[in-house]
Structure formats: C-alpha cells, structure tokens
Antibody, heavy 124, light 107 residues
Framework: EVQLVESGGGLVKPGGSLRLSCAASGFTFSDAWMSWVRQAPGKGLEWVGRIKSKTGGGTTDYIAPVKGRFTISRDDSKNTLYLQMNSLKTEDTAVYFC???????????????WGPGNLVTVSS | DIQMTQSPSSLSASVGDRVTITCQANQDITNNLNWYQQKPGKAPKLLIYDVSNLEKGVPSSFSASGAGTHFTFTISSLQPEDFATYYCQQYDSLPPTFGGGTKVEIK
C-alpha cells in the first residue's frame, strides 16, 4: 500500500525558514517523480514544484512565486522527499501535500497518491 | 501558464440528482486533464485521469469527457458520500494548474 506522510510544518515568522519532509513507502521511491501541492486556507489547489527521479535527470521545477526561495530535494536511501522553504511570506501559509506523479513526462501526469498534508503558518 | 476555469463554483443538489461540472482551458490541452475529489480536511483523491479514465475503485456513477479546451465531469446519481469539492487539473504544460474547484453541497 502506498503511503506518504508529511512532517515538519508549524508556525514560522515572515522571513523565516522551514523544511518539510515526506516519508514514502509501498512503492519504489527512487523511480518516482514527486511533487508538492499546497492549499491556502479556504482556497483551491496550487502546484508548488516537482523533482524528477535520478534516472530521469533529478531536476526540479517550481512555480514562479516560490522560485529562488523553495528547494525540493530527495534522499532515495531514506525514501524521503523534502521541501526547504526560505524567506517565507504570509502568502505561503497553506497545507502542503506531497504527491506521486504517475507519468514521467515533461509536465508530469496525474497526481495519483497524496499525503494527508501538513500545515505551514507564516505569521508574526 | 494555462488557466483552467471551472463552473459552477458551487452547486446544491439532492441525493439521486445528476450533476455536471465543466472545465475550460484557455488553450488546447489535448487529453491531459484529470479530475480530483476533496472532502473537508482530507487530501484530494484522483478520480479520473486523461479526460475519461476512471481510477480503480471509483464508482461508475462518475464519468467525464471532452477534448482540446472544453471538458465535462458528471455524477449520474449523486450519493451522500459524493458531497465534496471537485477540481480539474491540466498537465499539458508546466506548471500543472488546477481549476478553482466546484463545491457540491446538499440541497
């Protein structure tokens, strides 16, 4: 059974940093392309970014508002995905979900498995 | 970025009703369109991928169709467990983008 569990969220001041982790099990993590999707309170879904598998190049892509501030990485030996968030802004307040990406193609494919999400609150 | 416009943003319906949601892209996304269901406090769940393919275990009361820029999602007979918010999502080009969501509420 595929399981994704996020951790590391919490309250942080504007300008601060936080690192989210996503522990994966039930599938071959090293082969998977992975993404982060967020949802601000009461709002819709927004894709944050993704990381390809190492065999796929291991590269990352991000949405414009987080480029240069957020970094997605992976540790295949630990089956764990990370989201390092720096220079946080109040508008980054959201529940952050990690997801698997079904197709290893340029724009990714369906997000077929999701973690339960982890809340990040950016407030002074 | 490709913009996905979903309508309506909310609707009220009764158990047994047929419900249809539309999703319009501002450019051709061929068949790279998925639908998700989200219940309050939960993660979204993939229901339909590549326009019309049902995920395993998803009831056949759910269906979807479309191509290019115009897509529809239908629940043929609404059940109590179907009250939720539904999102379309394109993956034709980066970044993947979601529609604004349609909240299906009990009448």
């Amino acid at each position: 059974e595929v399981q994704l569990v996020e951790s590391g969220g919490g309250l942080v001041k504007p300008g601060g940093s936080l690192r989210l982790s996503c522990a994966a099990s039930g599938f071959t993590f090293s082969d998977a392309w992975m993404s982060w999707v967020r949802q601000a309170p009461g709002k819709g879904l927004e894709w944050v970014g993704r990381i390809k598998s190492k065999t796929g190049g291991g590269t990352t892509d991000y949405i414009a508002p987080v480029k240069g501030r957020f970094t997605i990485s992976r540790d295949d030996s630990k089956n764990t995905l990370y989201l390092q968030m720096n220079s946080l802004k109040t508008e980054d307040t959201a529940v952050y979900f990690c997801t698997t990406i079904r197709y290893a193609i340029q724009a990714g494919g369906p997000f077929d498995y999701w973690g339960p999400g982890n809340l990040v609150t950016v407030s002074s | 970025d490709i913009q996905m416009t979903q309508s309506p943003s909310s609707l009220s319906a009764s158990v047994g009703d047929r419900v249809t949601i539309t999703c319009q892209a501002n450019q051709d996304i061929t068949n790279n369109l998925n639908w998700y269901q989200q219940k309050p406090g939960k993660a979204p769940k993939l229901l339909i991928y590549d326009v019309s393919n049902l995920e395993k275990g998803v009831p056949s009361s759910f269906s979807a169709s479309g191509a290019g820029t115009h897509f529809t999602f239908t629940i043929s007979s609404l059940q109590p467990e179907d009250f939720a918010t539904y999102y379309c999502q394109q993956y034709d080009s980066l970044p993947p983008t979601f529609g604004g969501g349609t909240k299906v509420e009990i009448k």
